[in-house]
């Protein structure tokens, strides 16, 4: 596995290996012993599954709370999406900005989203499927969101407002600027 920084140096696009012949491949798509080497020691509780059946679904920007926060291992199983990590912590360098991924079955790569930044994704292709490893459980009480079309984010989606296929409980998340200091930065 190839583990490569992005412009925001803690989320890390992992990039695994494929073995191929005549009759497909196979991808060692974790390793507890790398993740620690490359990334850090972050155990994982809980493994999620979407399905989002139309083009232009869009699922996020979400983030727990402490002390339930969660770092996730995401990756596209079917389909394609454009995933989104935004640093929500309060004194970074990089608060506010974010980094893209394009995650396809067909590439296998997957992105690191660490506490403290909200993640979304929009789906590129129908019936894209996402499988994500999480470091805490869902919590309800600490669930929140940001809103994923916030212009201070800058963030160029594939789809407009008009077209994006969203939750309720999405288009009404608050933008960066109404957001309380949820996450603190330690350099």
Request: net charge negative; hydrophobic share 40%; aromatic share 10%.
């Amino acid at each position: 596995m190839l583990f490569q920084k992005t412009l925001i140096s803690e989320v890390v696009l992992v990039v695994a290996k494929r073995i191929g012949d005549h009759r497909g491949y196979f991808s060692e798509t974790f390793r507890e012993d790398e993740f620690l080497q490359n990334v850090g020691g972050f155990k994982f509780v809980q493994d999620n599954q979407s399905l989002s059946a139309e083009v232009g679904t869009i699922r996020g920007l979400h983030f727990q709370l402490d002390p339930r926060a969660q770092g996730k291992l995401v990756r596209c199983v079917a389909g394609a999406i454009l995933d989104v990590a935004v640093d929500i912590r309060v004194g970074s360098p990089t608060y506010g900005q974010h980094v893209k991924a394009e995650l396809t079955a067909d590439n296998g790569h997957q992105l690191w989203v660490p506490p403290g930044f909200a993640h979304g994704f929009c789906t590129l292709e129908p019936n894209s499927i996402i499988s994500y490893k999480v470091t805490d459980y869902y919590s309800h009480e600490h669930d929140r969101g940001l809103l994923w079309n916030d212009p201070e984010l800058d963030i160029e989606w594939p789809f407009d407002a008009e077209a994006a296929v969203l939750s309720a409980k999405d288009k009404l998340q608050p933008k960066l600027a109404d957001l309380q200091a949820t996450f603190v930065y330690k350099a």
